[in-house]
């Protein structure tokens, strides 16, 4: 939003005076006195009383702005010439108190008693200084300029360590300011007005983003004499005052005296502009990765951005791209896509209504940097954030300023070619990416081609209004192998030699000889043709207004377009699946009794209509299909609505208390088509119709015992409820009923700590303790069936997470950097009874206490950085990084596990530091992944255990020679890159 040049205001009323279109020149003002012209402080009690009732009626959301326009000029003017000190006073000291009680009883909580006990202090106070009010000669003052995040100014300037402030500040703020004289009146009046020349390089971990500036006033004659300040701070508050002392030197009347000195207090008032809580949830676990940590790597797949996340963990799923990570365990029970977390792009949702997210989209050299939120996050994101949130960010018009090219390549064909325009004006910001993948793979059937096409446009339609429009298309074609035993893997990881079968340890799938029913025959996945042809098509649009600097208003919709046509296994599954997303939010910043809140309220509404069919796969191979095997029409649809408060109470302590909730409904048919050994088809039919009301409380406290440290605690809900396919499978894998699926839910504490000494060391630890009731578990029997899924009652998660940064040399050897993270995720059964059965028996058995199944309890990243900075070798760095996952159960009774595996990866990289002429940079890397060359799990199913014939429960032995579910990694591998700036 931008702001006249000149601000007069001096209370925090001119953002409020400018929205109601009131003269803001009648409320600061200076004093004619015997002595010169007095600056004053304190707006007279008109202006008061029309700031609280405005607030009070506000938060009511009574409509009256329209009233406001019209009354507030004419009782400024009236009462502030008529009134006189010993009846405002008075009336000033009634209304106040009566304001209290009557606000005190009709809100029934403190607001209006602290509003009015403050107003029985103010109101007096602002009426004593202003004697003689009615023959005062008002006049505009410019000794304060108010400050606000996102002014243009051509001003820079930084902010030191210290100041006097109310809010904690991040040390990604810090800075100074400058003042300097530019005019000075008669020696008589001692009045000074001043410009301020400031800005900030506010800056996030790595990047600055949304940087704070300081309005200028208009620039004056060349000064007389000359002030010199310096304004500083270590946070930034919603709103605070900083008070810079200015010593005036007046010109000397003779070279033997020394010049008088005049001090002064010049206050400036910072704004904070208002954030939204879906982009920036205050009082949570965040980590914020940049692309300095991954664009000098091959970035193949988004593990490659996330990997230096404390909490994170991933497996390869269904393709290249199809990376299904995982936050604190949450998609460990699924070996394909994204589930149980929420994700965005620039701020638009990526994630359907059904809770489906695919990685095939993300293509890491689009994004500047990623923000993810840990911990139960229903209170904001609603639906499926039971672990957490994700939201990227792709680069900026103004950041590219041209064209950027560059093309990576490697072992096994691989192939990535890319390109991203960019360019920024006064009133937009256009940005365009798109890019095209493709490699032949290491395992038998997996090559892939992967185009992709990322856009965002802002347009600022006024000082007021943003409209915003995303774009995204991601075209998929990859072919799929088939999932281990255990035993094959051991045979042949690789699957090579297995196009026919006649290899050890090659995986097979059964398809129906008529493609429909009766005999049937196995095939590699290579003749059957299996793989995976995807296109999703993302667009949105947002609308932002601001009313006033301090209330933003967003509206925004989504539509998106999910096609499948995966034949992956004995099934190819085929349908469109088209949703809706609409979600408004309204953020507001107010003062109240000398308290920043921050109000976050925000309602949704998003629909999905999908139509599934599913066929046999058919043995004349390249993917073509038989008899329609099942056919699944619905719906689902989330209708949600949340409000978060942040109260500042000083700069030490912040707290965030907030609800939400969400209706779910699904309604959709499922129809079985059976057919008899003679060939007679005999359909059944599923019907479903489900409702689920959910409510997600929270609360969080900050403490900054001191600028460098901030403690963290937070207690929150989550909730997700069963997706629509989960719904239609029984247990052993087939098309059926499991219609009485609930709804999950979470409670989960976090405790937490973020610690910097000095340029030395970045500490950040969390704990988190976690209860989950009826957690969704999905498990796998064979690859011709499909997932199956199941409620837990009652299971806990728990465990600790670590980061560092660590730089030991900061004065000697700044370029060189230790960065570690470490997971420890311990996740339990407390509640479950499990049912095995076999053809003739049944046996249940108590799996308490048993480690929940796909969840790695161990991981740790770490990686050792040399940048060099200066001198001949200028622009050469890399690393060395180690990664380490530890064994991991399978099945509900732990009896087989993933091994643990360790890889070793090297990077170097170059910048050349004076490029051609048409070239602004020019960038070089290598990269050797798995250096050491280890064979280790990619991935791993969650397995289903099995009763034996005896009526006692298989062993591991069975579980290893049965059950498909591995796909092992990439062995050494070497990649290359180069990236071009225009």
């Known amino acids: 939003m931008t702001y006249p040049k000149r601000a007069h205001s001096s209370s925090c009323l001119s953002p409020l005076l400018s929205s109601l279109a009131i003269p803001t020149h009648l409320f600061p003002f ?18 008061v009383i029309i700031h609280i009732i405005f607030h009070i009626i506000f938060l009511a959301k009574f409509p009256v702005k329209f009233l406001a326009k019209i009354s507030a000029e004419f009782l400024t003017k009236f009462l502030t010439k008529f009134l006189g000190r010993g009846l405002g006073r008075s009336l000033g000291k009634g209304l106040g108190k009566a304001l209290g009680e009557t606000l005190g009883k009709t809100l029934k ?10 107003l029985v202090y103010i109101i007096p106070i602002a009426m004593i200084s202003l004697p003689g009010v009615a023959k005062a000669r008002i006049r505009p003052t410019t000794r304060e300029a108010l400050v606000s995040p996102g002014i243009s100014s051509p001003h820079k300037s930084s902010l030191s360590k210290t100041y006097s402030g109310k809010t904690p500040l991040s040390k990604t703020h810090l800075g100074k300011a400058h003042l300097s004289n530019a005019d000075r009146t008669s020696p008589k009046t001692n009045t000074l007005p001043v410009s301020l020349k400031a800005s900030s390089q506010a800056k996030r971990k790595g990047k600055a983003r949304n940087p704070l500036q300081v309005a200028s006033l208009p620039p004056k004659p060349p000064p007389k004499t000359g002030i010199k300040t310096t304004l500083s701070r270590a946070d930034f508050p919603h709103q605070a005052s900083f008070k810079v002392s200015a010593s005036t030197h007046h010109p000397a009347p003779s070279p033997t005296a020394p010049p008088p000195t005049v001090s002064e207090t010049v206050v400036i008032k910072a704004q904070r502009k208002p954030q939204p809580s879906l982009l920036h949830p205050q009082g949570q676990t965040h ?13 193949l797949t988004v593990a490659d951005m996330l990997i230096t996340v404390p909490g994170f963990s991933y497996r390869t799923g269904n393709g290249p791209r199809d990376t299904s990570l995982s936050l604190r365990g949450s998609n460990s029970q699924r070996s394909y896509g994204i589930s149980n977390i929420v994700l965005f792009d620039d701020g638009f949702p990526v994630t359907q209504p059904d809770g489906t997210s695919r990685a095939d989209l993300i293509d890491p050299h689009a994004y500047e940097s990623v923000d993810v939120f840990q911990g139960p996050s229903s209170t904001v994101f609603g639906n499926y954030a039971l672990y957490g949130a994700i939201n990227f960010h792709t680069h900026r018009g103004k950041e590219i300023d041209g064209l950027q090219v560059g093309s990576d390549f490697g072992s096994y064909a691989t192939f990535n070619n890319y390109a991203t325009f960019g360019k920024a004006g006064e009133n937009y910001d256009i940005s365009l990416f798109g890019s095209d993948v493709r490699g032949t793979g290491l395992t038998a059937n997996s090559a892939y081609e992967t185009s992709t ?10 000082p007021q209004d943003k409209l915003i429009f995303k774009a995204i298309n991601n075209i998929t074609k990859t ?11 051991h045979q042949n990881p690789f699957q090579k030699n297995c196009l026919t079968l006649q290899g050890a340890g090659c995986a097979s799938v059964s398809l129906y000889d008529n493609g429909a029913y009766g005999s049937s025959h196995t095939m590699s996945a290579e003749l059957a043709g299996l793989g995976r042809f995807d296109r999703r098509t993302i667009i949105g649009v947002r609308w932002e207004h601001n009313f006033t600097s301090q209330t933003l208003w967003r509206n925004q919709f989504t539509y998106d377009e999910r096609h499948i046509s995966q034949p992956t296994t004995a099934l190819s599954y085929r349908g469109p699946y088209n949703s809706y997303n609409y979600m408004s939010d309204l953020t507001r910043i107010d003062n109240i009794a000398g308290y920043n809140i921050t109000t976050f309220t925000g309602a949704n509404f998003n629909y999905l209509d999908y139509g599934s069919k599913v066929y046999n796969v058919s043995p004349a191979g390249q993917a073509s299909v038989g008899a329609l095997a099942q056919t699944n029409y619905g719906n689902q649809w989330n209708a949600g609505a949340r409000l978060e408060e942040t109260l500042q109470i000083n700069k030490q302590w912040q707290v965030v208390v907030g609800v939400g909730g969400e209706h779910t409904g699904t309604q959709a048919l499922q129809t079985i088509y059976n057919y008899t050994p003679a060939g007679i088809l005999s359909p059944t039919y599923v019907p479903v119709q489900r409702d689920f009301t959910n409510i997600a409380p929270e609360a969080a406290v900050t403490y900054h015992p001191m600028a460098d440290l901030a403690l963290l605690g937070r207690v929150a809900m989550g909730y997700n409820t069963p997706s629509t396919s989960a719904l239609f499978v029984r247990p052993d894998g087939l098309f059926g009923n499991n219609t009485d699926l609930k709804g999950e839910k979470s409670l989960g504490l976090d405790i937490g700590e973020d610690w910097h000494y000095g340029q030395i060391l970045h500490l950040q630890t969390t ?7 009826n957690e969704l578990i999905t498990q796998y029997s064979s690859n011709n069936a499909n997932a199956y899924s199941f409620n837990v009652p009652n299971s806990q998660h728990r465990g600790i997470e670590f980061l560092t940064e660590l730089t030991p040399l900061p004065e000697q050897l700044p370029s060189m950097k230790l960065s570690v993270n470490y997971t420890y995720d311990d996740q339990i059964f407390t509640n479950f009874h499990e049912t095995l059965t076999n053809a003739a028996q049944q046996l249940m058995l108590n799996r308490a206490g048993r480690r929940i199944p796909g969840v790695i309890p161990h991981f740790l990243d770490a990686r050792f950085i040399y940048e060099q900075k200066e001198g001949p070798l200028q622009g050469l760095g890399g690393f060395i990084e180690l990664n380490w996952r530890s064994a991991f159960p399978l099945d509900n009774a732990n009896l087989i596990s993933a091994d643990g595996y360790r890889l070793v990866n090297l990077n170097l990289h170059y910048t050349v530091p004076t490029a051609a002429a048409f070239f602004k940079k020019i960038t070089l890397f290598l990269n050797i992944q798995n250096l050491l060359d280890t064979t280790y799990i990619a991935s791993a199913n969650n397995i289903r255990n099995t009763l034996a014939s005896n009526g006692l429960e298989s062993p591991a032995s069975v579980l290893a020679s049965s059950r498909p579910s591995i796909f092992a990694g990439t062995r050494r591998s070497f990649y290359g890159g180069i990236k071009l700036n225009f």
Do not use: C, W
């Not at 704990?767 to 009731?773: A, K, R």
């Open 30 to 47: 200076q004093l004619n006195t015997p002595y010169g012209r007095k600056n004053t402080a304190f707006p007279s009690i008109v202006p």
């Open 767 to 773: 704990g988190f303790y976690e209860f989950h009731t």
């Open 479 to 489: 072919l799929q192998p088939l999932r281990l035993t255990f035993d094959q893997y």
């Open 287 to 299: 980590y914020n990765v940049t692309e300095e940590t991954y664009n000098l790597t091959p970035a």
């Open 109 to 118: 909580k403190d607001l209006g008693k602290t509003l009015g006990k403050a």
């Open 453 to 462: 096409l990322n856009s965002l446009m802002t347009f600022t339609l006024s």
